[in-house]
């Protein structure tokens, strides 16, 4: 099983701000397929990225995903109110797939 | 627009059984798998599987064999979970979400949760 570790467990930062989140693989993710997700309290989750780095449907362009092999990055490029939230990585390549701990963005 | 609406939350005792039910809408149902995840309080995001919608072949991930059951009703374009001999660990909201393309692509629309509480 391929366990994702997130880190930080929780960023604190100001709107407008730049964000960077990291997702690493405890072995190689088979053909970097690689999901982030945004939740919010009390809501589903919602794709905001898959294969690492093509945002999903419907995603705004501050929203970018980045690495392969075993390191991942989601950046959120300026922080809008509405992006605090917490995120999770996803590995889809092998079974079982695994989701990460998740990283709160909180306001800081 | 492409939708997936699932039960209301349910309160049962421990021993009970519940059936969770998840209704697509807006796509063709048995085009695209549907998989299942749980969210346990205080937890993180947990897969428990997936169904075929074309050919209803279920496959469980490891801790959720046994007392969880997938089904589809295709008629009505609706997925199922059945929970059977519900513990107190069984607390959780229950997701089911469609993939993007092939049966293990990334989740592209999930369902809004389905909370099942299990208390005496």
């Known amino acids: 099983e391929i366990v994702l570790t997130q880190s930080p467990g929780t960023l604190s930062l100001s709107p407008g701000e730049r964000a960077t989140l990291s997702c690493r693989a405890s072995?190689?993710?088979?053909?970097?397929?690689l999901a982030w997700y945004q939740q919010k309290p009390g809501q589903a989750p919602r794709l905001l990225i898959y294969?690492?780095?093509s945002r999903a449907t419907g995603i705004p362009d501050r929203f970018s995903g980045s690495g392969s092999g075993t390191d991942f990055t989601l950046t959120i490029s300026r922080l809008e109110p509405e992006d605090f939230a917490v995120y999770y990585c996803?590995?889809?390549?092998?079974?079982?797939?695994?989701f990460g701990q998740g990283t709160k963005v909180e306001i800081k | 627009q492409v939708q997936l609406v699932q039960s209301a939350s349910e309160l049962k005792k421990p021993g009970a059984s519940v059936k969770v039910s998840c209704k697509a809408s807006?796509?063709?149902?048995?085009?695209?798998?549907m998989h299942w995840v749980r969210h346990a309080p205080g937890q993180g995001l947990e897969w428990m599987g997936w169904?075929?919608?074309?050919?209803?072949?279920?496959t469980y991930a490891q801790g959720f064999t046994g007392r969880f059951v997938f089904s589809l009703d295709t008629s009505v374009s609706t997925a199922y979970l059945q929970i059977s001999s519900l513990k107190a660990e069984d607390t959780a909201v229950y997701y089911c979400?469609?993939?993007?393309?092939?049966?293990?692509?990334?989740?592209?629309?999930w369902g809004q949760g389905t909370m099942v509480t299990v208390s005496s």
């Open positions: 294969g690492a780095s």
């Open positions: 807006g796509y063709t149902f048995t085009t695209y798998a």
């Open positions: 996803q590995q889809y390549g092998s079974s079982p797939r695994t």
């Open positions: 169904i075929s919608t074309n050919t209803g072949n279920p």
């Open positions: 979400a469609k993939v993007r393309g092939w049966p293990n692509d990334a989740f592209d629309i």
């Open positions: 072995q190689s993710v088979r053909s970097n397929y």
